[in-house]
């Protein structure tokens, strides 16, 4: 029944002329009904934050809660991005250092360079000359004194290749088809390091998500139980309006908002927390990174991150609260 | 307005609280509902509101069958009843004048309109100077007026209340009854539960008597005998 025909079963029953002017008003059509929608919303969202306020410690003590649920899987989340700018370093770096034969001079080396390049598979071949693998050499050892006394330089040439495929099974066939080529001693690649490290990074996001997914359920707990103290405090409102023709979405709004304030409260109180943290960890980390002879730059959140972090944590609320909700709604009869 | 088809209501399949109810109520009729504790008053209004559905038979209100009313439409539905408790189910935690507007507030009126029309419904029980009272400050008379402020501020065909003044003295509660008698002479239909048979007797309306779940005697204008 909607409430145009309301309208007209109560017409005949009242005759002043106020309640006409009434029921004109009553029966206005959908502009009026998304307006009389929006102001209910504006109202809750106001009234929820309000009741919020008014009970400060307990509201943050949730929110709080909610903050140290989240800070969790996006600390590992962080720490995982950081590893992928790693990771993406390492795929760049996989390379094969094809050895040739000491017996070969640069001409030849530069014909071999040549004929790799053009082979299926390669991305690119850089000549290292004998001198060049000298020199390369003492300037990362810094042995200059201990080298610059031998006669002969003992290093053969070189080639970098580049492959156009970096997945370690395909690097591993393209250095048994180059060790065929002719002037060729030895190809060399060490990919055990990198599946080893390829698999952990896998691991890494796994457990991440795994640690994503448990502490968002435990968000969503935390707001459900909170919210379900405010449904149980507001028992009786709740009958009062179901008995005077409150919708049910009317009934859930107030207390969608509060789940979606204490998500959202819980997520700035985790993004604050996760920025304070990284600066109090960026010196000793980047002090660290220094004696390795790294630069290493701490990883933040970014925008992008920060709107995913504030997004999912206040749908999460409003989510949980949701659930709170609907759940206790069905035991709450009206007397 | 109502009408009962042979109404029959079973809690959980032994106690029988109401057995072949049959009755109608016109438009603008001013009805009482009569009876000792526990002989299915209160039932057979949660059953008008619908707040329970009927065992057996079928209840009709304003010529709908409720009990196919789809659980979407009940909340449109209730809002055309308006309803006084014993304990006048005021929310304590706003003032008068918000507990007034609660039922204009669920429907979405306009501020201004809802605002105008609690000061209506206010000064028609008389406490236009108390809007911006607490119920607490209030006395039980004076809430109990305010509950049937909120009960009518929305102009409800249809207006149910159970027992409003059963913790009321004598004098409040003549003063509650000649208010709903108000409401039912600008059309309003007005279905009273009481067990108060001497205030009853004295305001010469139909009374419907029931007794263990059955209604026994539907008496219209019995003061027209005396």
Redesign the interface.
Known sequence: ???GT?RQ??K?????T??RR?AR??RTGLN??V???S??HRAMARDSAYRLVRRPVASLLTMVAIAIALILPCALWLVMDSAKVLDTELDESATLTVYLSASIDEAQAMEVADTLRNRPGVAGARLVTAAEGMAEFQQALGLDDALSELDENPLPASIIVSPIDVTPQAVRDLSERLEDVGGVDEVRLDLAWLERLNRLAELGQRLTLALALLFGLGVLLIVGNTIRLAVESRR??I??????????A?VRRPFLYSGAWYGLGGGLLAWAMLALGGQWLAAPVQALAQSYGASFVMPTLGVEGSATLLISSTLLGWLGSWMAVSRHLKDI??R | MIAFEHVGKRYGGRFEALADINFSVQRGEMVFLTGHSGAGKSSLLRLIMRLERPSRGRILVAGYDIDRLHASQIPFYRRQIGVVFQDHQLLFDRDVFANVALPLEIQGLEPHEAARRVRAALDKVGLLHREKALPIELSGGEQQRIGIARAVVNKPALLLADEPTGNLDPQLSADIMRLFEDFNRIGTTVMIASHDLALIARLRHRVLRLREGRLIADEHAAWEAV
């Open positions: 029944m909607t409430s309301s079963t109560q005949p029953a009242s005759r002043d106020a309640s009434g008003s009553q009026s009904r307006r009389a929608w102001r209910h009786q409102e009958e009062v309006v179901t008995l005077i023709g409150a919708t049910h009317f009869r009206p």
